[in-house]
């Protein structure tokens, strides 16, 4: 998959870059709107991240510009400018998903996987963990297909642990992704325990998951051998 | 009392006031023009003939006769001439009584000693005060009437003028006091007035509000940059922490300071995003135009919030009575507002606790949740602080970094509800959020 970013912070730009590299991607930069608009006329994207406060440009009018050039790409418009008009203006100008900064790389790549089965209808078929298998389309977890019952947010949770196997994630990154940027008074919440607790007790009741691990102090890890 | 109504009562009693007088002075002033008038008539008389004696001679009257005298038909008026003895009598003018052929009548009466043919002579010319004041009645009416009249007319001119002049005030107050709302968005409008003291504070508080208005995009304007240049180093920070925890070769030692690192990052993100969250709801910088049912809205925050109740056990009952509707309001900043409250309560709870979400509708007038927990409590002392940013009761080790419940309170004035807290220590405390009329659809 190729990706450009048009980012000019430079030193975040990079930082996604390397990344997004390790998860395997091609990443072009560009630094300026002028520099992305050049990439995306020459290039085939399938993913442009897109700041919107460019010193030359506007974002949103980088994004109608790439629109006729590359319609195939999926654009996430990356703002910290965090207001809900440039919100709406980005997605009706055809943006597919919106991060407000400071994201999580993470969540970034969890949204670009999930624009990947939504739009380029690319299938991962059903995983294995262990003795259950998870379907990322239908959002089934299934026990020699029988279907364990799990809420939705445990399920988020389930399939963003398995989407960074092996991987330790810690509690503020997972509570992250579930409740979002939302503006929470605790900066230290365990909440996210009880849903752990909650999937270890609704799956165990069907097989072992020790692929489930506690990664003491700091939050949790799916292991999983290949 | 408003300035025309207080003009209008004192223009009518004044003038009120001037016609009582006028009521009470009149029949005097009246009747003291009318003697003066009488002397002056009697004077005017007493020339006359005068005149007549010292052109004609005394005889043109006497015809002979020792003495003469004189009335009309009715003895309205008399004049006499007699011979005197000199200065028997003084020359005055005065009331006084004559017998007229039997009758006896009141005279004003003028006496005046005269020296004819070397004789002496007395005249007196006499009018009945009768006469003197028979004009008094019909002039006392008709001053009346005139005067009723013209206080009539200057009092309507009066009320007329003085709400003409006073209407830029009117306008003022309505389009500058009354009807503009924070924050002063549309351009307002001088007042069209000649008057310069209206126009004096028109411009005035046009002038101050534009000061506002400008003041306050200012703060939007740097809402917004502070919001860029903040979050994007934080952004740096934390994908870089990321990065950092996510390399192979980090020692485990280095990975528990990562964590650390990332732990304060996220709280120092959770602060920036709270203070920027309360400016943006300061600057009305949220749209209020859904309308919510308060029901599922609570419903919903129970969904994402009821597994925290599972920590302490704690037992929650949810008893909405009523399916309201708030309109003119923002959803995600009401599910805020409900989920800093429920989430509080929760937080600041015993273990094996309680917590009652209830309601109680006023049909016409306002509706009312309370929220009550079975906390720990809050001193009477900190109740009044509780709102103010940054404030921290002794609950700090329960978490937090005081600006859950500044949030609450900017989404309730944005919404115009109003928050009551009532509390106990150790026994609990209950919020009680007033939704007042017009925000309920």
């Not at chain 1, 300026?32 to 050049?38: D, F, I, V, Y």
């Not at chain 2, 009693?13 to 008539?41: G, H, M, W």
């Not at chain 2, 009807?179 to 411009?203: A, E, G, M």
Request: with cysteine; charged share 25%.
């Amino acid at each position: 998959m190729k990706v450009l970013i048009v980012e000019d912070e430079k030193t975040l730009a990079y930082e996604v870059e390397a990344f997004l590299k390790k998860a395997f991607y091609i990443v072009d930069l560009a630094h300026n709107a002028r520099k992305g608009l050049e990439l995306i006329e020459v290039n085939q994207y399938d993913f442009v991240l897109l700041d919107l406060g460019l010193p030359d440009k506007d974002g949103l009018v980088v994004l109608e510009h790439a629109k006729k050039h590359n319609s195939e790409a999926a654009f996430i418009i990356l703002t910290a400018r965090g207001n809900i008009e440039d919100r709406i203006k980005g997605l009706d100008l055809g943006a597919d998903d919106y991060l407000p900064k400071p994201f999580s790389l993470l969540e970034l790549q969890s949204r670009m996987q999930a624009i990947s089965r939504r739009k380029f209808g690319v299938k991962n078929q059903a995983l294995q963990l262990g003795e259950f298998e998870i379907d990322l389309q239908k959002r089934i977890v299934a026990h020699n297909s029988n279907e364990v019952e799990i809420t939705r947010k445990e399920f988020d949770l389930l399939s963003y642990m398995l989407l960074h196997k092996n991987r330790v994630l810690t509690r503020i990154q997972l509570s992250e992704h579930i409740w979002g940027s939302f503006v929470d008074d605790d900066y230290d919440s365990n909440y996210i325990d009880v849903h752990i607790k909650n999937i270890r007790k609704k799956l165990g009741a069907y097989g072992p998951v020790d692929w489930l691990e506690t990664v003491r102090g700091v939050g949790y890890k799916v292991k999983k051998q290949e | 009392m408003k300035l025309l109504t207080k003009l209008t009562l004192f223009i009518t009693l004044s003038k009120l006031a001037i016609v009582v007088l006028f009521v009470f002075l009149l029949p005097n002033l009246i009747e003291r023009i009318a003697s003066q008038y009488t002397d002056f008539y009697l004077k005017e008389q007493q020339k006359k003939v005068m005149q007549i004696i010292s052109k004609n001679g005394i005889d043109y009257y006497l015809q002979g006769e020792e003495s003469m005298g004189s009335y009309t038909m009715l003895k309205e008026e008399y004049i006499s001439l007699s011979p005197t003895e000199p200065r028997l009598y003084p020359d005055t003018i005065e009331t006084s009584e004559r017998i007229v052929e039997g009758d006896t009548l009141n005279y004003r009466l003028l006496t005046h000693n005269f020296l004819a043919d070397k004789k002496h002579y007395l005249l007196e010319i006499g009018k009945t005060t009768a006469t003197i004041s028979q004009y008094n009645r019909p002039l006392q009416r008709v001053a009346s009437y005139v005067l009723i009249a013209l206080i009539l007319f200057t009092l309507i001119a009066d009320l007329i003028y003085t709400r003409f002049l006073l209407a830029p005030l009117g306008w003022i107050i309505k389009s500058k006091l009354v009807n503009r709302r924070f924050p002063f968005n549309d351009n307002p409008h001088p007042v069209k007035t000649s008057t310069s003291d209206f126009q004096y504070l028109d411009n005035s508080l046009i002038t101050l509000m534009n000061q506002i208005h400008e003041a306050f995009e200012k703060e939007r304007e740097f809402t917004a940059n502070a919001s860029h240049e903040l979050m994007t180093p934080i952004s740096i920070l934390q994908n870089k922490i990321e990065n950092l925890m996510g390399e192979a070769e980090v020692g485990e030692m280095v990975q528990r300071k990562l964590i650390e690192m990332h732990r304060t990052l996220n709280r120092l993100k959770k602060i920036v995003n709270s203070l920027l969250l309360i400016s943006r709801i300061d600057n009305e910088q949220f749209s209020r135009s859904e309308v919510v049912s308060l029901k599922e809205l609570i419903g919903d925050v129970m969904e994402d919030i009821s597994h925290r109740l599972e920590e302490k056990e704690i037992d929650f009952k949810l008893n909405l009575s009523n399916d309201v509707q708030i309109k003119n309001c923002n959803r995600d900043l009401l599910y805020q507002l409900f989920y800093n409250l429920i989430n509080n309560a929760i937080k600041y709870n015993k273990e094996n606790g309680s917590i009652k979400v209830y309601d109680a509708l006023h049909s016409g007038s306002f509706y009312q949740i309370f929220i009550e927990d079975t906390g720990i409590g809050i001193p009477s002392d900190d109740i009044p602080t509780i709102f103010n940013r940054f404030k921290k009761s002794n609950l700090a080790e329960a978490g937090g970094y005081g600006l859950g419940l500044s949030i609450v309170k900017s989404i309730a004035n944005y919404h115009k509800i109003s928050i009551d807290v009532t509390s106990a220590v150790n026994k609990g405390t209950t919020f009680t959020l007033v939704f007042p009329k017009e925000v309920i659809q």
